[in-house]
């Protein structure tokens, strides 16, 4: 006979105070690395100059790094699902961290990206398109455009559901 409140011992009170990560953290995970994904492709520099078709596009930068972080996070997410293993919600998490930084690196420097994407479209220098972001910045007000706060939305429920995952699984051991 099994009772929720039988004594029996303290081994059974081990198992329902340590239970192993639930699907819902790495779907919301998984869901935080699709954010930060899309957010790579989204515009993360606009500018009020008139006539500006939108703005430039994180894959015109650092968005690429973030991208490649997002989908190898998302795949980690998804196998940490399937094996419950504590490893791949960390190293989820240290990647959602990862993407943090690059977005934050790029939030508090919207010129980088236009650097970038000079010296990438048009062939210059890095001097030279440094100035040349330097003097637009003077003529244009630049801000970080929606693909930046994806990312660093994506990117923070990555590193926390990570870590809820990690932890969960560590104690479910």
Do not use: C
Request: hydrophobic fraction near 55%; charged fraction near 15%.
């Amino acid at each position: 006979m099994h009772s929720a409140g039988a004594p029996s011992g303290g081994a059974a009170h081990a198992s329902p105070a340590a239970p192993a990560p639930s699907k819902k953290i790495a779907i919301f995970a998984i869901v935080g690395s699709v954010i930060a994904l899309v957010g790579s492709m989204v515009n993360w520099v606009v500018s009020d100059a008139e006539g500006a078709t939108g703005g430039i596009k994180g894959i015109d930068g650092d968005g690429i790094i973030t991208l490649i972080i997002a989908l190898v996070a998302g795949i980690l997410f998804i196998v940490a699902m399937a094996t419950k293993k504590a490893a791949l919600y960390l190293v989820g998490g240290v990647l959602g961290l990862a993407m943090a930084i690059v977005a934050a690196i790029n939030m508090a420097d919207p010129e980088r990206l236009v650097t970038q994407k000079l010296k990438d479209d048009e062939g210059v220098s890095q001097k030279v398109a440094e100035k040349a972001a330097e003097q637009a910045a003077k003529l244009y007000e630049m801000t970080a455009g929606p693909g930046l706060y994806m990312v660093l939305i994506g990117a923070l429920m990555a590193l926390a559901l990570g870590a809820l995952g990690f932890m969960k699984a560590r104690a479910a051991r």
